[in-house]
């Protein structure tokens, strides 16, 4: 109390010298009010109510990784699969077939293998498909491409040269490994039978 008494007399003083000099004198001694009274902010814990929100985030994440679990199939979505025939005509003839997928799962898949067999006439080829890059990683919302190699004998490369519409991915399926709840799970994805042009 006694120091404001100072202030206030210090600061009618100035008045009486010059408004430039209370002016000056009264934000100086707000700055030096203001100093002395402030206190730093307490850091704040965690509540509890935050904590349970983290939690609550936790379980979510893990309420999306079971949801996605049920429902794979539907959650790699293929785009298009293309059949490429240039090399048709190689000392090995093959075709090479491209499906563009997403991964619109939260986990990241694995593409192991492949198997079946690609049909040509409602009957199977005589060599089964080999994938191109095993163990592929497709991570959680990429798009990328799977491809395969579909061997053919001589015969066989000859008379899909000349229908092309006849062959079919037949009874093929990708396998896909992931990692879900610290188990290593394997789903099998069929897909759609036919494929998008060459």
């Known amino acids: 109390m006694e120091f404001l008494i100072h202030a206030l007399a ?37 509540s509890s109510s935050q904590k349970n929100l983290e939690d609550d985030n936790g379980d979510s994440f893990r309420n999306m990784q079971i949801q996605d679990d049920r429902n794979m199939q539907n959650l790699i979505v293929r785009h298009r699969c293309k059949a490429n025939r240039q090399h048709m005509h190689a000392a090995e003839p093959y075709i090479l077939f491209d499906f563009e997928l997403t991964n619109a799962s939260v986990f990241a898949l694995t593409c192991v293998r492949i198997e079946g067999r690609v049909e040509f006439g409602g009957q199977p080829l005589q060599h089964g498909p080999q994938l191109v890059t095993e163990n592929q990683v497709i991570r959680h919302g990429e798009f990328c491409h799977v491809c395969f190699r579909q061997y053919l004998n001589s015969e066989s490369s000859a008379r899909i040269m000349e229908n092309l519409l006849a062959l079919t991915l037949g009874r093929t399926a990708l396998w896909f490994e992931y990692d879900f709840l610290g188990e290593r799970k394997t789903m099998r994805y069929a897909g759609p039978n036919a494929f998008d042009g060459s």
């Open 10 to 46: 210090g600061l009618w003083k100035l008045l009486n010298n010059g408004i430039v000099h209370a002016f000056t004198y009264v934000i100086s001694l707000g700055l030096i009010l203001w100093t002395v009274t402030r206190k730093p902010k307490p850091k704040i814990a965690l």
